[in-house]
Each structure stands twice: as C-alpha cells, then as structure tokens.
C-alpha cells in the first residue's frame, strides 16, 4: 500500500506532514482507493461521513460482549469506521465538493462512536464486578478524549496553516465563527455550527499563546508570512506531533483500546485514557504554547 505515488493520491491528503505512519501506511492508502472509485457518483462526502458514524456506533455493541470472535468482529468495524472517515475527507478533496457541515460531521464521528463504546464498556464492567460505578471513569474518558481529540485536530489544522496560506479558511477563529452563527438560519445546520462553536471557544481558550501569535502575524505580515517563520514552527510542530500529540489521534488510543478488549483489562484502558493521555495533552499543550511564544518573539524581532 505503500507504493501509491500518483498525485491524485497526494492531493487527496491534507498535508502527508500531519499523517502519522499508519494513516499513511494502510488507512490513506485504502481511503483512496475508495474515495477514486466514488468519484462521479452520486455518492457525497457527507454520505460518506454519515455511513461512518453508523458503522463506528456498531463497534460498542460488539466490544459489549467478553467474546474474543465478536470483538474481534468489533475491531473489523473499528478499523473499517476509521477507513470511511479518511475517504470522506478523501473524496471531498478530489471531487472539490466541501462544506463546513461537513468538516463538523466529521469531527462529530469520532466522537459518535467512542461515546457508545465507552457506555458498551461501561456495561461490560458493571456485568463482570456487579456495579455501575464504572460508569464514572466511563463519563470522564469521555470528556477527557473530546477535550484531547479537540486540541489534537487543532495544532494539525495549524500546521496545515503554516504550510500554505491556502488552508486558512480552514483555520477556525472564534470571532469569525460567532460572525457566521449569527447570519444563519434556525435549523439544523445552526444547531451543528453551534457545536462548533463551543468547539472553536475551547481550542482558543486553552491556547492563548497560539491566539497571541496568530494575531501578531496577521497584523505584521497579514498572509505574507515569511518562510523562515513558517519553516521555523513546521518543523517545531512536526517534531512535537510524532513525539507526543500523536498518542492522542485515533491510532494512538485504539491500539491500548483493542489490546484491553481483547485481554479483558478494559479499566486498564479507562486509566490510560484518564491518566495518561490527560498527561501527555497537558505537557503537549505546554510544548506547543512555548513554541508558539518563540515564533511571536521572533516575528516582533523582524
């Protein structure tokens, strides 16, 4: 899967700098290959992003059971919800066809699938020890994987801003989302946008050095950010991205994830979520807001 060169393949990416080595491995590369095949059809990303959170909401249910024939089964649909989350974006890079809807359907699928996977282990806890207090460490995985899944998305949506002034529409900004949400219509489009602005409201808050310098390099040099700069923290935010805010993606959990269904250690599981991984997203956003005060400091020197 590896050997995939054509440009199609690489223009279907957002950047092969935010893909971690088993994205770029197997996920993408089957991603595409379904996504090509979809191409001319009447089959939309959104369609895609939509059949995703139905496959990934099955994985709770199977991962319920202490049967390793059925989770394994659980881990099938696991990997294949995680395929149709990369051709939705895939597909709506080749077909151009993209919306803010469905950049929040996206980021709501994941979320989708591992809140019903928690509560599913939640229950297989309390059928094996006799108690619902399980569900304790269940809610706060929860909260702490969104918050975790939140800021990872965010420094990968950076960087791909520092790559190339093209991404900055995908750039979020609080302001410039409150501004949207006003201007649009009751219904169930405001109602998604308005998650997502909750969304975009948590990622600013819990990165004030990050605002500071953006707002000090769209003052300074407005789009025309120097290469130096933007090489400088490319290569600051790829190190840190392979050292620590990987363990946070899809792929960093789901292996502790699928280890601990199969060996039957799921509360071992909500420790590393709790524990570990709040860990590594404290010391992450520490690394990242250093980095991001150097890059103000120097762009103030220039």
């Not at 496959?55 to 024939?69: D, E, I, S, T």
């Not at 410039?176 to 219904?187: A, L, S, V």
């Not at 489009?189 to 769209?218: G, I, N, R, S």
Request: contains cysteine; positive net charge; charged residues 20%.
């Amino acid at each position: 899967m590896t050997d995939i060169k054509h440009n199609d393949y690489y223009s279907s990416l957002k950047s092969i700098e935010t893909e971690n080595y088993l994205d770029r491995w197997l996920y993408r590369p089957v991603g595409f290959c379904i996504a090509k095949a979809l191409c001319g059809t009447c089959i939309t990303p959104n369609m895609v992003t939509v059949f995703s959170i139905f496959v990934g909401a099955a994985v709770g249910p199977l991962f319920y059971f202490n049967n390793l024939k059925i989770n394994l089964l659980g881990i099938m649909f696991l990997v294949s919800a995680n395929i149709l989350d990369c051709v939705d974006g895939q597909l709506a890079r080749l077909t151009g066809i993209k919306s803010k809807i469905g950049r929040i359907l996206d980021g709501l699928a994941g979320d989708i699938w591992f809140t019903i996977i928690y509560v599913f282990l939640a229950l297989r806890l309390k059928n094996e020890f006799g108690t619902y207090l399980f569900f304790i460490p269940a809610v706060i995985s929860g909260f702490s994987h969104l918050l975790q899944a939140n800021i990872t998305d965010y420094y990968k949506t950076v960087h791909l801003f520092f790559i190339s002034t093209k991404n900055a529409d995908d750039l979020p900004r609080y302001i410039n989302i409150c501004k949207q949400y006003k201007e649009m219509r009751p219904g169930i489009e405001k109602c998604l946008f308005l998650v997502y602005k909750h969304y975009t409201c948590m990622q600013e808050k819990l990165t004030p050095e990050l605002q500071l310098m953006l707002d000090a390099l769209e003052k300074k040099f407005g789009a025309d950010i120097p290469d130096s700069i933007r090489n400088g923290f490319r290569l600051q935010s790829r190190r840190l991205m392979k050292q620590l805010i990987d363990l946070m993606t899809f792929n960093g959990r789901t292996i502790v994830l699928i280890i601990a269904v199969i060996t039957d250690y799921i509360w071992a599981y909500f420790i590393y979520e709790i524990v570990v991984l709040n860990i590594v997203l404290m010391i992450s956003i520490h690394k990242h807001e250093k980095i991001c005060k150097q890059i103000t400091k120097i762009s103030d020197e220039l």
